[in-house]
């Protein structure tokens, strides 16, 4: 259906969750398609849709889009989630390109051995309390206002609410200590669209489990260990 | 001074050569402070310069940028290297992200064993080859144009440039095979006199 973005990835978070999360927070519905064979992805490759053969792929305005990224800049500019003039542009950037990092620590996980995931959720803990929530806690707290930049809800929100919820997941109280971020997680967590993304039912993708790690080995045939960093 | 950008880092590529780059390619002159002691890097710190306590930094319109590609997307679209619309913006920033990637498999490189170097050698040169340069050749074969993005020079033909230049350097002849990148390659050095200078 022409007008709906279709998302090309495997049926769990990755590096897709982010894409799912800017798109729900813009109220803009959108289909999937969830890779669950090696033919599948053999078939978009052939078919040329994949530019570096990698997903995340989503075809969207009649491109088929790749580079996480990309996609999301594109759609943070298209629903004017991008703040209004290069400067805010830049401050947006900086912060998603924090908590890019931070959710970069997450990411592997799922493929971790048990004891090298002990080892990664410590670093995790600590990378978040000691380096990435303090900065935004002190933007927060420096302007006073309810969202991180130009005093309007952008991508940089959104991207910060998903890196608070997953570092949750791995400690429930590592909010502690950091009353902006606590105030800032309730206030967006209420934002409409949002609210919306965090009920059951959504698209929303729930925490990898072994099932997701191992159709992503399966369909690209990564099979060789992951080792935290 | 007012107005030159200055660049924080150690003297050394890592992440900042891609804005060196970048700032060359838009004639913009800029100064650099060098990182050599430890103490220089806690002063950045206490001063409160360095949002997630990292370099590269890049004070720049009265900011002081952190991220790389913040920092590169901020100069691109200042200098009008980010194409004009958002359709074009957005196929820079996916030729910039795999030009990223590519160029992330040989940042590692110093800092690895003697023979750990030999294996990313064959990883980069196959990931090159097989992945990334067919990519861009074929983009530049469909339409025939001289740039990558919009019929004009952009972030996206530096950034390729300065991989290609980077892949090279571990084996020299690895665009054979891919006459597009060939011909593009010594084009633009040839066109504008920012790039020429970086070389």
């Known amino acids: 259906m022409a007008g709906k973005p279709k998302l090309y990835y495997f049926d769990g978070r990755g590096k897709m969750e982010s894409v799912r999360w800017l798109l729900a927070a813009a109220g803009v519905e959108f289909e999937e398609e969830f890779l669950e064979t090696r033919e599948q992805y053999e078939k978009l490759l052939q078919g040329g ?83 990435y929530f303090p900065a935004y806690e002190k933007v927060l707290k420096d302007h006073g206002q309810d969202f991180l930049v130009g005093n309007n809800f952008s991508w940089a929100d959104v991207h910060l609410l998903e890196a608070i919820l997953m570092v949750e997941e791995k400690k429930s109280d590592v909010l502690s200590g950091f009353p902006q971020l606590q105030a800032f997680k309730a206030r967006i967590s209420s934002i409409p669209t949002i609210k919306k993304f965090l009920e059951p ?28 960093n």
Do not use: C, H, W
């Not at 999301?72 to 298209?78: E, G, P, R, V």
């Not at 959710?103 to 051995?113: V, W, Y």
């Not at 993708?205 to 099979?223: A, F, G, H, I, S």
């Open 201 to 228: 039912g959504s698209q929303r993708k729930p925490v990898p489990d072994d099932k997701y790690v191992e159709t992503v080995r399966r369909v690209l045939r990564m099979y060789y260990d992951v080792k935290a």
């Open 49 to 131: 849709s994949l530019l570096f053969q990698q997903v995340p792929m989503v075809e969207i305005d009649g491109m088929k889009m790749v580079q996480t990224r990309a996609i999301l800049s594109y759609i943070a500019a298209k629903y004017n989630l991008y703040g209004k003039d290069l400067k805010e542009r830049a401050l947006i950037d900086m912060y998603v390109g924090g908590t890019d990092d931070l959710m970069g620590f997450i990411m592997m996980f799922p493929f971790l051995s048990a004891e090298d995931k002990e080892k990664q959720r410590a670093v995790v803990v600590q990378k978040a309390t000691s380096r």
